[in-house]
């Protein structure tokens, strides 16, 4: 065959992200049989992470300048990257700034960054983070048709992915799989442990926490109208599942009810009601002792935590279940102390800032909300079911969570809030 595709399926923390660089390098140091990984100095890389000030900052111009490098016309690659974008409904995002992508849109133009030269050898950690059902299935066709174009069938081309074993599924999708690593760091019985802990875990029982009410609210950017006169009404004492495809305002929803809209959107129309105050998307004092918001950039925030240090503090306010469960993850290396955050995996940072943040809305008796975007998004399966739980415990207490996700398998119990595109 003279397509072949290597996959590692791992858990969190073990090391892919770090594999694949080595790779990169032209290093091997995992037994992949001969003839089944390219030469490290002759492919493509598409990196887990697209926070590098290298890229350009516009979306166009960032794919055209991968096709002018590769010998392409400015005319002819300008033609190539509309018809891209079209395909995938990016239209929109012609004069777009990369910094103002969703997660599932910049993530597929990171992708099409990597392919549009068309590599002989490609790698890519974690192709389907932060995407929905229906744009995974499209990132499955674009693999596939880089791996046999229909122009071009009997090139030589080899895919390296790695990703949680989360997206194991997805690996069934791909013909081409000629081997596969998987890797898992917990064993089943830790899992248990922890879950046990954490349904025991209870924190002040909260009875005056108000709803949360979102009243006709109608936002737009330069680009586009967002959730055109939207409504809802949240209520206490439940975890709420916020739900739709990418690029539909999920975030920006979050970050309005939080009173942090950016200053690029417009609230044009409606207002919000968090905790019984009335506000307009840009009233963060008012609402930041009620709620806590973990963004779907979070790693970012454990640069300025010590993870160790808040942990010590939690567990010394939180009472016996909090210190006894931050004690097992403790011992399991869940949680670390005198190691720099640069060297955690972004599996491990974002799964250790939403425990931080989901034990400080259980016991901080002042919090009423809990707000997560994409929580689960980079976890493999053991750390999604800890999240599902811990959310669980909140509501639990009387307080309201609402968490974006696409993937409503993990969270059973939760009230579906639907957006539309």
Request: aromatic letters at 6%; one cysteine or more; proline letters at 5%.
């Amino acid at each position: 065959m003279l397509a072949t595709t290597t996959v590692l399926l791992a858990s969190n923390g073990w090391g892919k992200s770090k594999y694949l660089r080595q790779f990169s390098y032209g290093q091997n140091p995992f037994p992949i049989p001969p003839g089944r990984h390219p030469d490290g100095r002759t492919f493509g890389f598409v990196g887990q992470s697209t926070n590098c000030p290298m890229i350009s900052n516009n979306v166009v111009s960032l794919l055209e300048t991968q096709l002018v490098v590769a010998g392409r016309s400015v005319r002819e690659a300008r033609t190539q990257v509309q018809a891209l974008l079209e395909r995938f409904g990016f239209g929109h995002l012609e004069k777009a700034s990369v910094s103002h992508l969703s997660g599932g849109e910049d993530r597929i133009v990171q992708l099409l960054a990597g392919i549009i030269q068309s590599p002989s050898r490609l790698i890519v950690d974690d192709p389907f983070g932060m995407l929905d059902a229906k744009r995974k299935k499209e990132v499955l066709v674009l693999l596939r048709e880089y791996l046999c174009p229909q122009n071009k069938p009997q090139l030589n081309r080899h895919l390296l992915l790695a990703m949680p074993d989360s997206d194991s599924s997805m690996v069934k999708e791909l013909s081409t799989v000629s081997h596969m690593f998987t890797y898992s760091c917990l064993k089943p019985r830790v899992i248990t442990d922890l879950v046990d802990t954490i349904d025991r875990l209870s924190g002040p029982t909260e009875r005056n926490v108000a709803d949360i009410l979102v009243t006709n609210v109608s936002m737009s950017t330069r680009n586009r109208e967002i959730m055109p006169c939207w409504s809802t009404h949240l209520c206490r004492g439940q975890v709420h599942l916020l739900r739709g495809p990418n690029a539909t305002g999920k975030s920006l929803l979050l970050k309005a009810i939080a009173g942090r809209l950016p200053r690029t959107v417009s609230l044009r129309d409606g207002h919000f009601s968090v905790a019984g105050i009335q506000h307009y998307g840009r009233k963060r004092q008012l609402t930041a002792e009620k709620l806590i918001l973990v963004p779907q950039d979070c790693t970012q925030i454990l640069m300025s935590v010590d993870p160790l240090e808040k942990a010590i503090y939690l567990s010394s306010i939180g009472g016996s279940v909090v210190k006894q469960l931050i004690e097992i993850l403790l011992d399991y290396k869940m949680i670390w102390g005198n190691r720099p955050v640069i060297q955690a995996s972004v599996g491990e940072s974002r799964f250790v800032t939403v425990l931080l943040a989901s034990l400080a809305a259980l016991v901080r008796p002042e919090v009423h909300w809990f707000l997560l975007d994409e929580p689960d998004a980079y976890l493999d399966n053991e750390r999604r079911v800890l999240l599902s739980h811990l959310l669980a415990a909140i509501a639990r207490s009387g307080k309201g969570v609402l968490v974006v996700s696409h993937h409503p398998d993990i969270y059973k119990h939760a009230k579906e809030v639907s957006i539309c595109a």
